[in-house]
């Protein structure tokens, strides 16, 4: 539906910080962008290709091939933190499990996650200097 793509577009905005070193419209910035829009969307098995084709796209601007860069680390915070809008997974986990409210912990994980990305943001950006 073209949503990830939108949803991309306000990401760059949100992590560009984070990725100094990249321009908007690189290979490797649409790439973090698309993988952490499918994360946030849900869309995880659709996140995984994107976060694999920005680190290779991260890995060819590498000066040192045995050593992730300050970007590389910076992606690998930023998905396993994973800022969820909705859910999907855990709400049909709890749909399955026979909840009265599957959806009912949407605010608490996307709070969350919201802390984790932050503190995580954080501290790459400090360290990264």
């Not at 690189?26 to 994360?39: D, V, W």
């Amino acid at each position: 539906s073209g949503l990830a793509k939108k949803v991309s577009s306000v990401v760059a905005v949100l992590i560009k910080p984070l990725f100094p070193g990249l321009k908007k419209q690189e290979p490797a910035m649409q790439a973090i962008c698309m993988n952490l829009s499918a994360n946030a969307l849900g869309m995880g098995n659709a996140a995984t290709p994107l976060g694999l084709a920005a680190m290779e796209e991260l890995q060819k601007k590498n000066k040192d091939k045995k050593r992730a860069t300050n970007e590389m680390v910076a992606l690998i915070v930023l998905n396993a933190s994973s800022v969820q809008l909705v859910p999907t997974s855990i709400i049909a986990l709890r749909a399955a499990a026979g909840s009265a409210d599957p959806a009912g912990i949407t605010g608490v994980m996307l709070l969350a996650t919201l802390a984790t990305t932050l503190v995580g943001a954080v501290i790459c950006r400090v360290l990264s200097k």
